[in-house]
C-alpha cells in the first residue's frame, strides 16, 4: 500500500519512523488546546495568556541559531533526544502552571524543545537515510507528521467536548508521556553523530562556521525563497480559518473541513506527488508549487463574493488548490537545504534555514490578522504578491546554485 502511495521500504529505518510518528501523534493531541488549556486550567486572561505565550516564543529565537552549533558539535541525534526531554519536562510542568510567569517559564522550556527538535530534525534525516532519497523521506515524513496531527487532533476534539480541568491535564501528561516513548525510538537511530569526531576538525566549524553561512548569499537566498513558501503556508493556520468562520461568517464546521481536505492530501497525496517529481529540476517544481498557491489564494478571494451556500463549497475546493502548491513545494526546498549545506556546518545551516519558519511564525499572526482587519481580500493579495516574489528569487537563484537547480532522482528509488 505504501509502495503505491509513493512511500519508501522504511523497514531499515522503523526507528526513525516510529520515533516521527510518536512525536507528531502527541504534538497533534495538545496543538488544538494549547491556548485553551491555559485558560481552561488558571484564572489568568486572554490577553495575558497571548503575551505570556509570546515573550516564550521570543525568548526562543536566540536558541534557534544556537542549537546549529550544538548539532555540528554534538550530532543531531544527541540534540533531537535533548529536544525531547526537555519537552517532556515542559509538559509536565504545565500541570503547576497557575500564573503569568509560569506560563511564561513552562512554554519557554518547551518553546526551547521545540527549537531543538526542529534544528535537529533535517540533519537527523539527511544522515540516516540514503543520500539519493531526499525528496522522498522527507515528504513520507512530513506526510507521516501530518497524519499524526490529525489523529492526534480528533482525539483532542474529546478532551474539548469533556471540558474539564482534569481532561486537560490528561492532555499534557500524554503530550509529555509521547516525548519519553520518542526518545526511546529515536535513540535506536543510527547516525545523526557530529561531522567530525578528530579535535582539529571538530573546532574548525566553531572558529568560521557562521562567517562562512554569513558569506554565503545563495544559500541565504534559499532562505529567503524558504521564507516566502513559510508565508504562504502557514496561511492554513491563521488567515483562512478566520476568513472563513469571522468574515464571511460561514458555518463552524467548515474551518474543520479545511483541515481535513488538508491532511488527507498531505497524508495521501504527498507519496504520489515526489514520485512525479522524477527527471524534473527542483526549482521548477517549486515556481510550479508557489503558482499554485498564489492560485488557491485567488480562488480564496474569488470565494469572498459569492453567497454563503455558493462559499461554503468553493472554500475547501480553494484550500484543495492550495494544498497542491504545499505538496510540491516541501520536499525540493528541504532537499536542496540539506544539499546546499557543508557537511561540518549542516547544522548552522539548517538552523539558519529553521529560521524563516519561526520568522513566519512572528510576522504572519499579525499582518494577516491586520489585513483581514482591513478588508477581506488584500491579505490574499499580499499572500499572491509573496508567492510571486518567491518564483522570482528561486529563478534567479536556480543557474547560481546546484542544490536547488538539482533534478529530482529520490523518486525512481522506494525502498532502503
Not at 517529481?277 to 480564496?300: E, K, P, S, T
Not at 504578491?385 to 522570482?392: M, P, Q, R, S, T
Request: proline share 5%; glycine share 12%.
Amino acid at each position: 500500500m505504501l509502495r503505491r502511495l509513493g512511500f519508501p521500504d522504511f523497514s531499515h529505518h522503523k526507528a526513525l519512523v516510529t520515533g516521527v510518528g510518536i512525536d507528531a501523534l502527541g504534538s497533534g493531541v495538545f496543538m488544538p488546546v494549547s491556548i485553551l488549556y491555559f485558560l481552561m486550567t488558571t484564572e489568568v486572561g486572554k490577553a495575558q495568556v497571548g503575551l505570556a505565550m509570546s515573550i516564550a516564543a521570543a525568548l526562543a529565537v536566540p536558541f534557534v541559531l544556537a542549537v546549529g552549533g550544538l548539532v555540528d558539535r554534538h550530532g543531531a541525534k544527541t540534540i533531537i533526544l535533548a529536544g525531547n526531554v526537555l519537552q517532556a519536562v515542559a509538559f509536565v510542568g504545565y500541570l503547576w502552571a497557575q500564573d503569568f510567569w509560569t506560563i511564561v517559564a513552562v512554554q519557554a522550556l518547551a518553546s526551547l524543545g521545540q527549537s531543538a527538535f526542529w534544528g535537529a530534525y533535517s540533519p537527523l534525516v539527511a544522515a540516516s537515510t540514503p543520500p539519493d532519497q531526499r525528496e522522498v523521506w522527507f515528504g513520507f515524513l512530513g506526510a507521516l507528521r501530518n497524519v499524526g496531527f490529525a489523529i492526534g487532533g480528533l482525539a483532542s476534539g474529546i478532551v474539548v467536548t469533556i471540558g474539564t480541568s482534569a481532561a486537560y491535564h490528561a492532555v499534557v501528561l500524554v503530550n509529555a508521556f509521547s516525548y519519553i516513548l520518542a526518545f526511546a525510538a529515536l535513540a535506536k537511530v543510527p547516525g545523526g553523530r557530529a561531522a567530525s569526531d578528530g579535535p582539529q576538525d571538530a573546532d574548525a566549524p566553531a572558529r568560521g562556521g557562521w562567517g562562512v553561512l554569513a558569506r554565503d548569499g545563495r544559500y541565504l537566498g534559499l532562505v529567503g525563497a524558504n521564507a516566502a513558501y513559510a508565508l504562504c503556508t502557514v496561511s492554513l493556520n491563521i488567515a483562512i480559518p478566520v476568513y472563513a468562520i469571522d468574515v464571511l461568517k460561514l458555518p463552524g464546521w467548515v474551518s474543520g473541513a479545511l483541515f481535513v481536505v488538508n491532511t488527507l492530501m498531505v497524508g495521501f497525496g504527498q507519496g504520489l506527488i515526489v514520485r512525479r517529481m522524477d527527471g524534473h529540476r527542483r526549482h521548477q517544481i517549486v515556481i510550479l508549487g508557489f503558482v499554485l498557491y498564489a492560485a488557491g489564494f485567488l480562488a480564496l478571494a474569488a470565494s469572498g463574493t459569492l453567497p454563503v451556500a455558493l462559499a461554503t463549497a468553493a472554500i475547501p475546493v480553494s484550500v484543495a488548490i492550495y494544498t497542491l502548491g504545499e505538496l510540491l513545494g516541501g520536499p525540493p526546498l528541504s532537499a536542496a537545504a540539506v544539499d546546499g549545506a557543508p557537511e561540518r556546518l549542516r547544522g548552522r545551516y539548517l538552523s539558519a534555514y529553521q529560521l524563516s519558519w519561526v520568522a513566519s511564525g512572528i510576522i504572519a499572526p499579525a499582518l494577516y490578522l491586520a489585513l483581514l482587519a482591513h478588508d477581506r481580500f488584500s491579505v490574499w493579495a499580499t499572500l499572491i504578491g509573496i508567492a510571486a516574489l518567491g518564483c522570482v528569487g528561486l529563478r534567479a537563484l536556480a543557474p547560481r546554485m546546484p542544490a536547488v537547480s538539482a533534478v529530482v532522482t529520490s523518486a525512481q528509488v522506494t525502498h532502503a
